[in-house]
């Protein structure tokens, strides 16, 4: 079986960018269990996307709304956050209606390959 | 010209070149204000440089370089990005100097300030801050919003625009049309603050953004129709403030209205339309300039109204044709158009539909519509004025007491 770990924060962490992982946690990370990791920005770095009936909605700031569930991620490459914005609108358009999807990057990681 | 007007008119240019540089927002801003600081220490004494874009720009990337090294002990990224500067492309070491030609970047950096992906008031704070030159103090007292809140908002979202790769650049062609009409959203945001209010003069800054942007792209007619808009609009600033009160526009004494700015706007206008290509701005720009004429042309006016209702779908737009509307088919015409309309939450709805309601003899509605304006108006002049017509329309026992209660003491 493959697992997802999701790490919540209590709050906007203004200086995590500036800190390095802790070394217990890198040990953690680097055993052979562990297939892959991201490290994100925080979430004043996030930009959350909606389909409005074909129209694409940006929302500045992360994915907030408790009747939704995280239903997956997907990691991909792209040039700046135009690239990524324009990949998550492609894929709105083959996600059920209502989906969201919150653009975050990333801050370091660490991904096996297919 | 005085250093405070060279400082604000270079502030935007050395910013958005440093930001190029530099690649980072706030290393460039810091890296600015001390070029700043250090040219307000020695131009007085040794004269302006003959290229003080050149001087300030070499300045604040020296600096912004001597900074960065002592603080090499920061992430790999930092040091990756002192070894860009020192090896890029751009001249070697310290010896981009004075005769250097700058590129004038300043519209990498608004595309950049009014990317979709930050709120729109943090678009505004932002614009104002980078291009305007505006202090963080200023645009906390424009919006009335404590200093901590204003510098954390500025602050996040230079920090996003890092993180996130939100990017420095003109957006490319099919991107276009959608970004522009973000930053002039953005601009005449700020100027319409700027009317209604009057503490910081953003309506100023606005046409000061205006005209940068016209600079910049000469050939986009939405562009120089919002600078024409903006300067028919505010060409009758002198006019619009009586004895503290908003002064309609057919009670205004025209001796007051600014004829250059009114040449300049009609002009920008002339070369809008030469393009051949019609946009909301246009289009509003055209309609300023027919309430400018005397008399007014209320059917053309309303037809325009029409136009870019169509265009926008906006409420708001519609509420104007209803005044319009009254001028050619009488108040209770405009009311009717008025009557389908979901402004509740819109202050000039209310008072737009008192005036109306009191033309046409309602004046118990017309009171209950003005209460309404009241409650919502933001501006000292706007109360007033509304007081004024409140009193107006108050139930009077004895009709002759009405004249002397409106006089007020």
């Known amino acids: 079986m493959q697992y997802a770990l999701l790490a919540y924060n209590p709050s906007e962490d203004t200086d995590r960018a500036s800190r390095p992982i802790s070394g217990a946690l890198a040990g953690m990370l680097d055993r052979?269990?562990?297939t892959g990791w991201a490290r994100l920005h925080a979430a004043g770095s996030a930009t959350t996307v909606r389909n409005d009936e074909g129209r694409m909605l940006l929302t500045d700031g992360p994915f907030v709304d408790s009747k939704e569930y995280l239903a997956g991620l997907i990691l991909i490459e792209a040039d700046d956050l135009d690239g990524a914005l324009a990949t998550a609108a492609e894929l709105l358009g083959t996600t059920r209606p209502g989906t969201a999807i919150e653009v975050r990057p990333i801050l370091d990681g660490r991904f096996r390959g297919a | 010209m005085a250093l405070d007007a060279v400082f604000r008119d270079q502030w935007g240019r050395v910013l958005a070149t440093l930001v190029g540089i530099l690649g980072d927002i706030e290393l460039a801003e810091d890296a600015a204000a001390e070029a700043f600081a250090v040219a307000a220490e020695r131009w007085p004494g040794d004269g302006e440089p003959a290229n003080p874009t050149g001087w300030l720009v070499t300045t604040a990337r020296n600096r912004a370089i001597d900074d960065l090294r002592r603080r090499r002990i920061l992430a790999g990224k930092t040091k990756l990005l002192i070894r860009d500067i020192e090896t890029g492309p751009r001249p070697q070491g310290a010896v981009m100097d004075e005769a250097t030609v700058i590129q004038d970047e300043r519209l990498e950096l608004i595309f950049t300030c009014c990317h979709p992906a930050l709120a729109l008031d943090v678009q505004v704070a932002l614009t104002l801050r980078t291009l305007g030159g505006l202090s963080t103090d200023e645009i906390a007292l424009a919006f009335l919003v404590p200093f901590e809140t204003m510098s954390k908002r500025l602050t996040r979202a230079k920090h996003k625009i890092r993180d996130a790769g939100i990017p420095f650049a003109v957006p490319p062609d099919h991107r276009l049309p959608d970004r522009l009409a973000a930053v002039l959203a953005v601009v005449y945001l700020i100027f319409n603050q700027g009317w209604g209010g009057g503490r910081v003069d953003l309506a100023a800054e606005a046409i000061h953004l205006g005209r940068a942007l016209a600079g910049l792209m000469p050939d986009e007619p939405e562009v120089l129709a919002l600078l024409a808009l903006m300067l028919l609009h505010d060409a009758r600033k002198a006019a619009r403030l009586r004895d503290g009160r908003i002064v309609p526009l057919d009670d205004q004494d025209r001796?007051?209205?600014?004829?250059?700015?009114?040449?300049?706007?009609?002009?920008?206008?002339?070369?809008a339309m030469a393009r051949e290509r019609s946009g909301p701005y246009l289009v509003q720009g055209a309609i300023a300039d027919l309430h400018l004429q005397e008399p007014r042309d209320w059917r053309q006016i309303a037809a325009l109204y029409q136009t870019l209702a169509r265009q926008t779908g906006s409420p708001i737009v519609e509420m104007n044709r209803a005044v319009a509307v009254a001028e050619i088919d009488g108040p209770q015409a405009?009311?009717?158009?008025?009557?389908?309309?979901?402004?509740?939450?819109?202050r000039y709805f209310h008072s737009t539909r008192a005036e109306l309601l009191r033309r046409a003899g309602r004046d118990a509605e017309a009171h209950h519509a003005y209460?309404?304006?009241?409650?919502?108006?933001q501006?000292?002049?706007?109360?007033?004025?509304?007081?004024?017509?409140?009193?107006?329309?108050?139930p009077s026992p004895k009709p002759g007491e009405r004249r002397r209660r409106a006089a007020g003491p």
């Open chain 2, 255 to 271: 001796s007051l209205w600014d004829t250059r700015q009114i040449d300049e706007g009609r002009a920008l206008l002339r070369r």
């Open chain 2, 334 to 346: 405009g009311l009717a158009v008025l009557d389908g309309l979901d402004l509740g939450h819109y």
């Open chain 2, 379 to 394: 501006t000292e002049p706007e109360q007033r004025f509304l007081a004024d017509r409140l009193a107006e329309t108050a």
């Open chain 2, 371 to 377: 209460r309404r304006a009241l409650d919502l108006a």
């Open chain 1, 32 to 34: 052979p269990d562990v």
